[in-house]
């Protein structure tokens, strides 16, 4: 049983451009989860997606942040306009559920550089 | 305040060393608990559940007290392996979102 899966695993743009992060939920997951980790700082929550719908996007930067999961393929956290700030590596995470024992796996991450 | 506060250390032990991490957490609606370990800031990886009987696993051992509000983890007998940034997570059910304390850095020595 293949963990999840993110990709690319190094993304490099240029300010102004646009950054598209994939993930691949665990088989059997239909829950997933985009975290952020800024330089020295801990993992902040971003986004937390269902099949087609998005259940808490309470982390997520108003501007130029989306996410989306699509009832095929894989899930995409998209920033357009990067920024310098933007830097970082985002992790996605799923679960099988929201139950007491549904523990989140996490990916290897993608770490983003913004020159 | 944050919501989950951890000490940053860093910790230096020797191996063999017993270490102990201690962690806060402000909402009382907080329902599951958790100590992930993450190395050179690589994916986080469950270490092992915290229930308020408490729970051991291996060397191990993690202690919940609601009433504080305070978590805690003991490491035995350290190994070199033991190394890493450890976690405190805190969540509701239903909830969905984990929240992460800062981490504290753990480097064991020979």
């Known amino acids: 049983n293949a963990g999840v899966m993110q990709n690319p695993r190094h993304l490099v743009r240029r300010r102004g451009q646009e950054a598209r992060l994939r993930c691949s939920p665990m088989?059997?997951?239909?829950?997933v989860y985009w975290y952020r980790q800024l330089p020295e700082e801990g993992l902040k929550f971003m986004v937390y997606l269902q099949k087609e719908n998005i259940i808490d996007e309470s982390g997520m930067p108003k501007e130029r942040f989306s996410a989306e999961f699509p009832k095929e393929g894989p899930s995409i956290l998209r920033i357009q306009q990067v920024v310098r700030g933007d830097s970082a590596a985002y992790f996605c995470a799923s679960s099988p559920g929201l139950s007491r024992g549904d523990t989140q796996y996490f990916g290897p991450g993608t770490r983003l550089t913004v020159l | 305040r944050k919501e989950v506060e951890q000490d940053p250390g860093p910790f230096n032990v020797p191996e063999g060393a017993t270490v102990a991490f201690n962690c806060t957490y402000s909402n009382s609606a907080s329902q599951s608990f958790f100590w992930y370990r993450q190395d050179c800031r690589k994916e986080p990886k469950l270490l092992m559940s915290v229930y308020s009987s408490g729970n051991e696993d291996g060397r191990f051992t993690a202690q919940l007290n609601r009433a504080s509000q305070y978590i805690s983890l003991l490491i035995r007998d350290s190994k070199l392996s033991d190394s890493a940034t450890y976690l405190c997570?805190?969540?509701?059910?239903?909830?969905?979102?984990?929240?992460f304390g800062q981490g504290t850095i753990l480097t064991v020595h020979p």
């Open positions: 088989k059997g997951h239909s829950h």
């Open positions: 997570v805190v969540t509701r059910w239903s909830y969905g979102k984990l929240t």
